[in-house]
Nanobody
């Protein structure tokens, strides 16, 4: 059983930056593919970014490409999401999620919520215009 705890959310002006962090415990962190999702009010949860077990492979949702960067530190059991050039439409609750290693072992990246087994409680990101 893996426990995930996000931190780093907050209020920022458009054009600003935030760095989200997710701390994992209770499992072998390097055996998991890690992803970030977000859910805005009245909308479905959507995929943001994913990183494979080693950190050598990443994939992003189109609207965040070039602005967000996902990274992980297997020694510290953490996965981060650096968010730059934030826009009001990035406002959402951001969730960290863990999927089995094999979900991102081949070319296809896991982008669906049901491919992930463990979820954090979420952290609010609000971008003002």
């Amino acid at each position: 059983q893996v426990q995930l705890v996000e931190s780093g959310g907050g209020l920022v002006q458009a054009g600003g930056s935030l760095r989200l962090s997710c701390a994992a415990s209770g499992g072998t962190f390097s055996s998991y593919t890690m992803g970030w999702f977000r859910q805005a009010p009245g909308k479905e949860r959507e995929f943001v970014a994913v990183i494979n077990w080693s950190g050598g492979r990443t994939f992003y949702e189109d609207s965040v490409k070039g602005r967000f960067t996902i990274s992980r530190d297997n020694a510290k059991n953490t996965v981060d999401l650096q968010m730059n050039s934030l826009k009001p439409e990035d406002t959402a609750v951001y969730y960290c999620a863990a999927a089995p290693l094999w979900r991102y072992y081949s070319i296809r990246a896991p982008t669906q919520s049901n491919e992930y087994d463990y979820w954090g409680q979420g952290t609010q990101v609000t971008v003002s215009s």
